[in-house]
């Protein structure tokens, strides 16, 4: 069975220029999944951004940097982004479309936030971090990467996320845990999950006792030990999310990504949309 994709970026997304509602819905029924979740970027937090470090497909980044090199992303605009959702329900009746929102550091931005979900009424809650702090600025992962110790990051990481699931209760779904794992400098050798399994363990197990879901990103390298310790800990239901920012990118590597969950003991819901259970 392939998975409902959960966490997919449209153009509604500041950061998917390459997005298009329309042709991922159309995606969506070539590729026979049961369920797409458009969960949108809210983020509140400015952050560093070092124009050096964009490649080619990252330059429109540029375009929400000041002079301060700090990139500031803009809102969303929810009135736009639910009458497109509106016009795809009806153009593609026999695809469940879900609502969502992908919300940035929420624990650091609690009242924007919670206006955001009084107001959208999503089907799909993502919680998300992607900058830290260091200093009276923040950064992200791969910028810190360049001035500490690559241990050191990701421990901070860690630690930050277990804050942020304890400090905001209105998300569902953590969504790529991995996300500072992927820009994981080659010169810190392989990355080991061993080497951090009690980090991990104390994360998954913060987000296991909120009665969270682990989704299982499949943009970045997938870690079925990662999965397996979720379990162990108390974990009892995984998402999946491709992270596309283009219809292209709908359900990337979905079928190894169902085969690993199985794999360490979870099983699909009652219904195809729903989450995968232990």
Same mark, same amino acid.
């Given at each position: 069975m392939v +998975?409902?994709?959960? /966490?997919? /970026?449209?153009?509604?997304?500041?950061?998917a220029p390459g997005g298009a509602m329309e042709r991922t819905c159309?995606?969506?029924?070539?590729?026979? !999944?049961?369920a797409v979740a458009f969960t949108e970027h809210a983020d509140y937090t400015p952050w560093v951004l070092d124009p050096s470090l964009l490649d080619g497909d990252h330059q429109h980044l540029l375009a929400n940097v000041g002079a301060d090199n700090l990139l500031r992303p803009p809102p969303?605009?929810?009135?736009?982004?639910?009458?497109? !959702?509106?016009?795809c329900r009806e153009r593609f009746p026999d695809l469940r479309i879900l609502s969502g929102v992908e919300l940035g550091e929420p624990h650091w931005h609690r009242d924007e936030a919670a206006r955001l979900l009084s107001a959208g009424g999503f089907d799909r809650v993502l919680g998300s971090l992607h900058c830290l702090p260091a200093g009276d600025r923040f950064f992200e992962s791969a910028d810190l990467y360049l001035r500490q110790p690559a241990g050191e990051v990701l421990r901070q990481y860690l630690a930050e996320v277990?804050?942020?699931v304890a400090g905001w209760e209105a998300f569902e779904v953590l969504a790529h845990l991995d996300y500072a794992i992927r820009s994981w400098p080659a010169q810190a050798g392989p990355f080991d999950p061993y080497a951090f399994e009690d980090e991990l363990r104390e994360t998954l197990r913060v987000l296991a006792g909120a009665g969270r879901v !682990?989704?299982?990103?499949?943009?970045? +390298?997938m870690h079925p030990e990662i999965v397996r310790w979720w379990r162990e800990e108390g974990g009892?239901?995984?998402?999946f999310g491709s992270d596309g920012h283009?219809?292209?990118a709908l359900a990337f590597r979905f079928a190894e990504a169902a085969a690993m969950v199985e794999a360490q003991g979870f099983r699909p819901g009652r219904h195809p949309y729903d989450f995968w259970i232990r």
């Open positions: +998975p409902a994709d959960d /966490h997919v /970026h449209s153009e509604w997304s500041w950061d159309a995606r969506a029924m070539e590729l026979g !999944l049961p969303i605009d929810l009135d736009g982004y639910l009458e497109c !959702l509106r016009r277990c804050r942020m !682990l989704e299982v990103n499949t943009r970045g +390298p009892d239901a995984v998402s283009s219809p292209n």
